[in-house]
């Protein structure tokens, strides 16, 4: 054997692949050439050690005549015995060792008929690379006795054989974070990439499918086939990795223009490709699986007049309403950010075949905040978000998303493209680590988190303009459109505004210096902000690449949020409003001496009806508003400070069985104080009887006025359950005396009741306490409660401390 | 040659790295540790917790230079790293044996 073609014939096919671009062909002459190097090595130094009883095939992409021209060329030896194969163990040696110096890089195996119609939990590879097996040389009748039986076995093991293939693409799709939309992706491996295009042809063969794949799932094939021709052939080895510098190659190679441009054309393809995938696997997944089948049943039971859920897709029961009702596809994206199901393949055909209708109605400006408000608070938005863009509904609505679609920016650590790292900020946010998940619970709208997070780096995409400025000039257009309330966007484009703010104060800042930490304070200006800032923050630097949040890293950030946290709940104390700009006298007499939160917390509305609150106070003494909120009920009284106040409108609440969840109290500089309560009310008194409201109202008036002793008003309230000893929480209670100047910081963190808070503040009062400053919160059974207190005018001594906190524990019944 | 590892305050990293980048020191492994020593560690008090920092946040960097360069490199090194506080943190300085370019097996200062 003289000729040794394959570096030789490589270095051909390389030439000219790179200047025809024509994979075909070099895929074609690959093939043929490895058959022939394989057919002579084996006719010449194989098949003379066992002329009968030994069949060469070619498996895996060779077996398929897909054969890249840097690929492993797969090849079974086909032994009719074990014993046969022993024997003929050098010439396999020999055979082996020519087809590598003819620098072919071999993958072999050697084989009885029988290994290969067995089922190998261990050797996956094994099983699916005979699915495109070939014959090339060798003893006919023996392949034809394999090739008999194989159909046969496929078809009595299509359950293990399906379970194994998928779970080795659930694993590779794992790896790569489930996303196509990487950077530098492999063409080969990454979702959507050509293994993909493969699992999907496999799948088909395994169900015995007739038709054909479709043309757009053809066409992907070429374009990814081509791109890996050339990775091969532009670095001479098996590379499926198109890196930066090969991005670039191709785009001045090919003519393609920009680069980044172009990208966007393989992330079109690989988008088919991932969806055709993930389609076949879901399927083919459900059919095999009884279990499965079982619970799939059982919640296809959610099924609603609009929607059906068959096979844990969400169908449309009636798809022509959508031409008529818009507004559907919302309640689609509702259904599935509700129960977590994926769109049927019909419902999002449907929606994309109207999707010019739907962007029409869309780039009207209407009220749809409510509905995208409930779509972005469910446990499964991040699902919907993800639908909602796949199918083209997300740049319906804001089409400022548009800029970022599939959009790349290079940066060393950045994984993915703009929009995909901005849906992964989404689902960042819903799968949390303790400590953060706590501040999601206590967020009072995650859903204008979830929103700040869809366009925090939509500016990327916006040439010549700061990308920040550009994020929140695009973002304050979308909110207007969609019609969001004034306190929401406020909220929102703080969060965009400042989405870098709190990463960068962990790079550039000494996290231990107190100004560091009064500098952010100042800049978050309230608690709820600074939780809300945190979780933003944790969710865009978590989504650069799944490796960047070390530990470390997330210290840090929890570190800072402490930090701030605890300046931001001194400041309450501290830092009072002194220097009013400018306003009426009785405007500035009446913020006086209140804490600054009060002037951040409030709108200017809120705060002239305050001043009315104030108004009528002066004729009763004491003024009490009532309300409705959205999900809760608040109270509001202004009155002049006296012992036990606190207490006795906590202690009326609870004797009408009212819930406190929050509750603030401050005080001017006149001795006036204003609290408020936020309370739910459980069994719905005051919904269904207004008058109750009004009773509420009077009643505590009286108590207000001295009228009423809050003691005779509980004395029939019923004994609150309380939950087994082992979920209790634990009550502890804390001093801090170096907090503030002028009074001690004390927190109660206990299991919540009904009633809870008037003991607590009794405690407080009936030892001698004046409570400054009260500021209360609730999250879900336990309560989070902050008092600023002092004793004749001055701190809290340790003794008093003692005896306090006993009090305290006694009454959050530690 | 001369390996040098600084133990420095996270914040000073860019400047640091800068400091370095601008007298031709590119090359450098940087670790995220925590550690303590004079700089003992903080308290802080979250809803009733107290929330023990024993161990600071601390930036390591590692580089091995020339022995010509070593003095230049700690003092580009020190004056970017310096606030002047407790927990600036330290460097310390090793001789080096041998350094190999696994790539080209380069030997010695053209290894680095």
Redesign the interface.
Known sequence: MENRPSSDGLASIRRDFLASGDAATALAERNAQVDRLVLEAATTLLLPAAPTGLAVLAVGGYGRRQLFPYSDVDLLLLFESEDLAVASKDAIAVFLRYLWDSSMRVSHSVRTPAECTEVHDRNIELNISLLDQRYLTGDRALYAGLAEKLPRFIHGNRGPLVRNLAQLARARHAKYAGTFYHLEPNVKETPGGLRDHQLVCWLDQLHGAQEGPSEELEAAFRFLGRLRCYLHCQSGRDNNALSFEAQDGIAELWREGDAAQWMRQYYRHARVVYRAAIRALDASEAQFSSLFAQFRDWRSRVSNADFAVHRERVHFRAPQRLDVEPELALSLFEFVARHGFRLSLEAEQRIESRIAALRAYFAEPRPLWPALNQILSLPHAPLAVRAMHETGVLAAIFPEMERIECLVIRDFYHRYTVDEHTLVTMQNLWKLPNGYRDLLAEVKQPSVVMFALLFHDVGKGVPGEGPVDASVRLAQGAMVRVQMPWPDRETALFLIRKHLELSQVMQSRDLFDPQTIRDVAHQMETVERLKALTLVTYADISAVNPEVMTPWRAEQLWQLYLAVYNELTRELETERIEAIPAGPPERIAFLEGFPTRYLRTHTEQEIDEHMALEEKSRIKKAAVDIRKLESAWQLTLVAADRPFLFASVAGTLSSFGMNILKAEAFANRRGLVLDTFTFEDPSRTLELNPTEADRLRATTERVLAGKTDVRELLRNRPKPVLPSRKARIPATVSFDSEASRTATLVEIVAEDRPGLLYDLASAISSDGGNIEVVLIDTQAHKAIDVFYVTAEGKKLGPEKQQVLAAALRKAAGA | MKKIEAII???K??EVKEALKGIGIDGMTIS???GHGRQKG?K??????E?N?DL??KVKLEMVVPSSRSEEVLKALTAAAR?G?I?DGKIFVYDVAEAIRIRNDDRGESAL
């Open positions: 305050q996270p914040f990293l860019d995220e540790v925590r903080h802080e008090v979250y809803r009733g917790q929330y920092v600071l946040p606030t506080k927990g």
